[in-house]
T-cell receptor, first 114, second 114 residues
């Protein structure tokens, strides 16, 4: 079945540091890939998405590129801020199953310190 | 625009009690779903619906019932609560135009079963 593997957290960075959160996946078909962010006490919000190979999703300074050859969708940001502290989830939607299910990774907590 | 609204935000139940978690969306989305979030496990799909009158099981459906009588509402019922159902529950919706569309999440219901 489908699965998503994320790097374990927590990840602690200083403000303005470079961020990478690794995400790899397995899927039956050609999935759409998403990064969601969850701030404390809130629901998940879409951060960015990519729907086909070599697509790059970007939003709020975050980027991720859909790499079919390595089945990866790593999240990057050049300079993190304290306000980026949150839990980040990588997820996929596989059209083979009708796209009716999002498969999530376990989440990576990011802490950014001054 | 309210988006996806979940009630209650917090609830404590005793083992064996029943309750209904409410979810409503005002975006006219055809697809709605329920997830549970547990530490170290990401989010797992409980049930989903592709339209009024149509529901199906997800990854972890046991102990939960759903119905979809209107486009707007998708309640989740626990018939006899068990401690293993202690979790944070999220409702989500998306446009029915396909798996590439992101899901919109509510703020969650934190449920404790004693």
């Amino acid at each position: 079945g489908d699965s998503v593997t994320q790097m374990e957290g927590p990840v602690t960075l200083s403000e303005e540091a470079f961020l990478t959160i690794n995400c790899t996946y397995t899927a039956t078909g050609y999935p759409s890939l998403f990064w969601y962010v969850q701030y404390p006490g809130e629901g998940l919000q879409l951060l960015l998405k990519a729907t086909k190979a070599d697509d790059k999703g970007s939003n709020k300074g975050f980027e991720a590129t859909y790499r079919k050859e390595t089945t990866s969708f790593h999240l990057e940001k050049g300079s993190v801020q304290v306000s980026d502290s949150a839990v980040y989830f990588c997820a996929l939607s596989d059209p083979t199953g009708g796209g009716n299910k999002l498969t999530f990774g376990t989440g990576t907590q990011l802490k950014v310190e001054l | 625009n309210a988006g996806v609204t979940q009630t209650p935000k917090f609830q404590v139940l005793k083992t064996g009690q029943s309750m209904t978690l409410q979810c409503a969306q005002d975006m006219n989305h055809e697809y709605m779903s329920w997830y549970r979030q547990d530490p170290g496990m990401g989010l797992r799909l409980i049930h989903y619906s592709v339209g009024a009158g149509i529901t199906d099981q997800g990854e972890v459906p046991n102990g939960y019932n759903v119905s979809r009588s209107t486009t707007e509402d998708f309640p989740l019922r626990l018939l006899s609560a068990a401690p293993s159902q202690t979790s944070v529950y999220f409702c989500a919706s998306r446009s029915g135009t396909g798996p590439n569309q992101p899901q919109h999440f509510g703020d969650g219901t934190r449920l404790s079963i004693l």
